[in-house]
């Protein structure tokens, strides 16, 4: 008992984690909004699926060595961390789709992977070149 009272971790755990486990409800009904976007428009704009299992990865709750709270954390946190970076995937392939440019640089702002292959800001002729709606 005297361990469970002086041991602040755990208490900071034990009170962060309905917060953090919370996350889900809301995780999963974007995950299910932005799949069907992904799977009815994409088609439509001609733009290839995203593999999902590219970006989400559950295997660590496989380990052995872990307990059985560490192993789900894992399984949440490698669910949580997959379908963002899929979910941003998607939004690049959309963003590169609709308008390919890139932000003004600003020493404050740091662009996503994805930008690299976008069109120069203030770039007049090749975003004519590039998007020109036939």
Known sequence: MRYLLENKKLWRHLLSAPIIYSGIIP???ADLWIEIYHRL????YGIPYVRRKSYVRIDRHKLSYLTRLQKINCMYCGYVN?????????AGETEKYWCGIAHKKTVDFFPPPHHQDFLEYDNKEAFNRQYKRK
Not at 41 to 44: E, S, T, V
Not at 82 to 90: E, L, P, T
């Open 82 to 90: 997959g379908v963002v970076q899929y979910w941003v995937k998607i």
């Open 27 to 29: 995780v999963i009904i």
């Open 41 to 44: 428009c994409f088609p439509l």
